[in-house]
C-alpha cells in the first residue's frame, strides 16, 4: 500500500514563507504526477499545484509567482515552497499521488497552514 506523509505545516505571519514536504513510501517515479491541494475550513478541497512524472509543472492561479512545487526522488519526496502568505492561504495542505497505470490514487494525511498576524 502506497502511503503519503505531509509535514512542514506552521503558523507564520502575513508575507511569511513556508516549505511543505510529501513523503512517499516508493519512488516518485511510480506515479504519473503529484499535486497539492488544500481545504480552508468550511470551504471544498481545491488544486494548488502539481508535478508530473515527466518535470512539467502546473500552478492554480492564485498560486503562480508565489507557490513552487519540485522534487527530489532520491529522497522519495515533493515540496511545495509557499511565499507572500496571506490569511487566505490558511487551510489543511494535501497532498495526493496518481499511479503510472490504472488510475489509482493516493492521499496523505494533511499539514495546517496557518496564516495570521
Known amino acids: 500500500q502506497v502511503r503519503l506523509v505531509e509535514s512542514g505545516g506552521d503558523l507564520v505571519q502575513p508575507g511569511g514563507s513556508l516549505r511543505l514536504s510529501c513523503v512517499a513510501s516508493?519512488?516518485?517515479?511510480?506515479?504519473?504526477?503529484v499535486a497539492w491541494y488544500r481545504q480552508a475550513l468550511g470551504k471544498k478541497r481545491e488544486y494548488v499545484a502539481q508535478i508530473t512524472r515527466e518535470g512539467s509543472t502546473n500552478y492554480a492561479n492564485f498560486g503562480k509567482g508565489r507557490f513552487a512545487i519540485s522534487s527530489d526522488n532520491a529522497k522519495n519526496t515533493v515540496y511545495l515552497q509557499l511565499y507572500s502568505l496571506n490569511p487566505e492561504d490558511t487551510a489543511v495542505y494535501y497532498c495526493?499521488?496518481?499511479?503510472?497505470?490504472?488510475?489509482?490514487?493516493?492521499w496523505g494525511q494533511g499539514t495546517q497552514v496557518t496564516v495570521s498576524s
Open positions: 516508493e519512488s516518485i517515479f511510480s506515479f504519473n504526477a
Open positions: 495526493r499521488a496518481v499511479s503510472r497505470v490504472g488510475a489509482n490514487e493516493y
